[in-house]
């Protein structure tokens, strides 16, 4: 897959052209799968942050760019509908956008689902991500990232990727989000990490790795 892992969505002119970099195409030409599957798992998520996010009326610009469609993948329901329907809706999507919430709760229903091991053959889909849409990718979140428990019990997630992610960094209305934070969470993580505030993503491509930033972000090495 081709990786745009943001932390707040399209959040700027730099983000948005790396997207349109990945498609290859402008987004009016592009079709879109959004998974709005996290924003459940999360303690503070509702039905109505489900819902903005699938109408574009979020603050975080994901559906509302001007895809030429879009439709929606709610990944609980695949098991009981069979990969026959829904893998066919997923190979002819341009991008996937996942929401951000829960990312234990996201890797879960991804497995679950089957979508976790039709990834590796999706070589030209774009999968953007937000906050735990892209934290989901990593091989750990870290323990601060624990809500929703897992039935593994511990915080691995799918290792797309081999860095984690420490999203929203110095956010007004996440005080506990400040560098200093983020330093003490990456020294709990066996692998690099990458703090990246709202106006930051990471755009992967056949694992060259590059950051696209109009803000402020930090690699940890162990």
Not at 2 to 18: E, F, M, P, V, Y
Not at 44 to 67: D, H, N, Y
Not at 112 to 140: C, F, I, K, N, Y
Not at 142 to 148: A, T
């Amino acid at each position: 897959m081709r990786l745009l892992l943001t932390s707040a969505g399209i959040a700027n002119a730099s983000i948005h052209d790396a997207l349109v970099d990945l498609l290859g195409k402008p987004i009016a030409e592009s079709h879109a799968l959004c998974i709005p599957t996290a924003s459940y798992g999360h303690p503070q998520g509702t039905p109505v942050g489900a819902w903005r996010f699938i109408s574009g009326q979020s603050a975080l610009p994901m559906c509302e760019l001007g895809w030429k469609s879009v439709g929606v993948l709610e990944l609980t329901a695949l098991p009981s509908i069979g990969e026959e329907r829904w893998i066919p809706w997923v190979r002819e999507a341009d991008v996937l956008l996942v929401n951000g919430g829960d990312a234990l709760y996201l890797c879960h229903w991804m497995r679950q689902s089957g979508l976790a091991d039709l990834l590796p053959s999706l070589s030209e889909t774009v999968w953007a991500g937000l906050s735990a849409g892209s934290m989901v990718m990593t091989p750990h979140i870290g323990e601060d990232f624990v809500q929703w428990k897992p039935p593994s019990g511990d915080d691995s997630t799918l290792g797309v990727v081999d860095f984690s992610i420490f999203p929203h960094l110095d956010h007004e209305l996440l005080p506990e989000n400040t560098m200093a934070e983020a330093e003490r969470w990456a020294a709990g993580i066996p692998n690099q990490a990458y703090a990246i505030d709202d106006e930051t993503a990471i755009k992967v491509i056949d694992g060259h790795v590059e950051v696209v930033s109009e803000g402020h972000w930090k690699l940890f090495t162990p």
